[in-house]
């Protein structure tokens, strides 16, 4: 099974031998067109902006995300240390 691209995928099947409704060779194979990847994430957004909701997630915990990434990738947190101090949070190991 072959999937691509992953925003409105088109899926082709090849099969080396018949199975029941399905012959035998290469198909494709026809994928309903879903909603934009981000969709979710912009309806949610709005809603905080509108004041409906608070941010799923606190800065705090989306720097620690990103100096994780950066430590797993072996790449220099220093950065982190200064987007920290601009937003006036104290990050661990600054």
Do not use: W
């Not at 090849?14 to 026809?30: I, M």
């Not at 809603?47 to 606190?58: D, N, P, Q």
Request: negative net charge; glycine residues 10%.
């Amino acid at each position: 099974m072959d999937i691509r691209p992953i925003e409105h995928p088109e899926a082709r099947r090849l099969l080396s031998a018949a199975h029941g409704e399905y012959k035998a060779g290469r198909q494709a194979l026809t994928c309903p067109k879903g909603r934009g990847r981000y969709d979710g994430d912009f309806e949610d957004l709005a809603k905080v902006i509108r004041g409906e909701k608070a941010l799923e997630f606190s800065p705090e915990h989306n720097l620690a995300v990103h100096e994780t990434i950066l430590r797993a990738s072996g790449l220099p947190v220093e950065s982190m240390c200064d987007v920290g101090r601009v937003l006036g949070i104290q990050m661990p190991n600054c």
